[in-house]
């Protein structure tokens, strides 16, 4: 079975330019989840969704970036423009339901570093 | 406030030796923790979990510790490979108005040499 897919893995951008990362979650995974990770820190959540509805975006600074999973399936994160303080690895997470079931566990991809120049 | 609290930031050890990582957390209500290892340049991967009734947990040479008392957990690697060289983070779940939010510690770097 596929994991957890993201695209691009490294993606290197100058500063006010627009960037968009790209998610697939495992097949049948209703909740997909959004997180930054910053060098030896724990990811941070930006964004969390429950098929294609957006139930916790409190973290997500929405005057750049912005998200969506039109389908509920696959998922886009956008950051325009990116600033320098924007560079960090970007992780995609899906379980099969939120948090609130039992022992339910989030899978991660292997994420998408960004370098903003 | 909701936190994650992780010791040591950093441990370096010699291969075959033992070493025990430490995590305190306030999230209150609680519902279960887990222990992530994440490889460099890939993403967490869940090693235990464990709910508020348990107390230990074992995953081959991974052996996770729970008080959910005094909101500690543990997690002890026994004769640790080369492999075992990674970052563990501390996730804790929690429920009511927490619902599906995961809270991370900042992980214990861990670096093992021959």
């Known amino acids: 079975e596929a994991g957890v897919v993201q695209s691009p893995r490294y993606k290197i951008i100058e500063k006010k330019q627009p960037v968009a990362f790209w998610c697939n979650p495992i097949?049948?995974?209703?909740?997909l989840y959004w997180y930054l990770q910053n060098l030896g820190q724990g990811p941070e959540l930006l964004i969390r969704y429950e098929n294609e509805e957006a139930v916790d975006d409190s973290q997500l600074p929405k005057d750049r970036f912005s998200a969506e999973r039109l389908k509920g399936v696959d998922s886009t994160l956008k950051i325009q423009p990116a600033e320098l303080g924007d560079s960090a690895v970007y992780l995609c997470?899906?379980?099969?339901?939120?948090?609130?079931?039992?022992?339910?566990?989030?899978?991660f991809g292997p994420g998408t570093r960004l370098t903003v120049l | 406030k909701n936190q994650v609290e992780q010791s040591p930031q950093s441990l370096i050890i010699l291969e075959g030796k033992n070493c025990t990582l430490q995590?305190?957390?306030?999230?209150?209500?609680?519902?279960?923790l887990r222990w992530y290892k994440q490889d460099t340049g890939r993403g967490p991967v869940s090693l235990t979990i464990?709910?508020?009734?348990?107390n230990t947990k074992s995953n081959g040479r991974y052996t996770a510790t729970l008080d959910a008392d005094t909101k500690q957990s543990s997690l002890h690697i026994t004769a640790s490979q080369l492999s075992d060289s990674a970052s563990y983070i501390c996730v804790v779940s929690g429920r009511g108005s927490t619902l599906g939010r995961l809270y991370f510690g900042r992980g214990t770097q861990l670096t093992v040499w021959p």
């Open positions: 995590c305190n957390y306030t999230v209150s209500p609680f519902s279960n």
């Open positions: 464990m709910t508020f009734s348990e």
């Open positions: 997470a899906s379980s099969l339901d939120a948090g609130g079931r039992t022992n339910n566990e989030q899978f």
């Open positions: 097949s049948g995974h209703n909740t």
